[in-house]
């Protein structure tokens, strides 16, 4: 992360917001000052207190998507200045603070923009589109149970934590609003590796990954051509290896599953 200057002057920006009343409504720029600011607020505090300016004056506030503000909950897809989730590296758009900008600044912010996330109003995107991915393979099906212990199944530290490193995607979009092609491999590959590294996600390691893949592409997201922005733009700095992982485990599922006699194409293994 890039560590923020820290300010104590309040500042005064000048905000560029992308407003649009509805998905079929053409939208456009709509300028916005914001005086005496508290450097210390964080971004979405600053469209707060916007928005509380324009309820006042009785003018429609500005639509924007949040939850925990916290860089959990992947919610708050803004394009700021150009880049998903704003100036700084590996954290969301809430986690940014109005330190990060200079007094007098423009600041442009937009939704995240990709065909497979429509615009619903204003900044607010809608990326249904990724739980239907989710739907079509990023769940195991075996019986859980009561918690066992920890170390019930033993796992190598170094696949333990690759796994981890992909539980991190919080599921917010900025890698397909980062990316030329709206590809959505950086999200894709890690649900899949987050699964498919665990002894639990070996079941349906391969049907996980076609099905997936398929439905990925079925949404309209592009394919990846490797710039690798999607890792760049990501607020939880995952690895553009774990595309290379998803495409090794798509070409072994594809074999697979080209080989395999029909009856036994229902549960695949590993
Ligand atoms: S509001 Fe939850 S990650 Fe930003």
Known sequence: MVAEKSSAKNISVTLR???????????????????????NMSFLEMLDVINDGL??????????????????CGTCSLVINGKPHGPNKSIASCQTYMRSFS?????????????????????????????????AGGFISIRTGAACDANATPIPKEVADL??????????????????????????????????????????????????VATMDSLGFGNCTNQYECSAAC????SHDFI???????????FRSAFRPKSAAAGDGA
């Open 103 to 135: 007094d007098g600044e423009v600041i442009v912010v937009e939704p995240f923009r990709a065909a497979p996330f429509p615009i619903v109003k204003d900044l607010v995107t809608d990326r249904s589109a990724f739980d239907k991915i989710q739907q």
């Open 244 to 254: 290379a992982r998803m495409n090794r485990d798509y070409i072994t599922a594809s």
């Open 163 to 212: 796994a981890m490193d992909a539980a991190q995607c919080i599921g917010c979009g900025a890698c397909v609003a980062a990316c030329k092609n709206s590809s959505a491999m950086l999200f894709v590959s890690a649900k899949v590796s987050q699964l498919g590294l665990l002894p639990q996600g070996q079941p349906e390691r391969d049907s996980r990954v076609l099905n997936m």
């Open 17 to 39: 917001v992308w407003r649009q009343a509805g998905p079929a409504q053409p939208g456009k720029f709509v300028d916005y000052p914001a005086k005496d600011l508290n450097p």
């Open 235 to 238: 607020p939880k700095a995952v």
């Open 55 to 72: 309820e006042q004056k009785g003018e429609e506030p500005i639509s924007f998507a949040h939850d925990c503000r916290e860089g959990i």
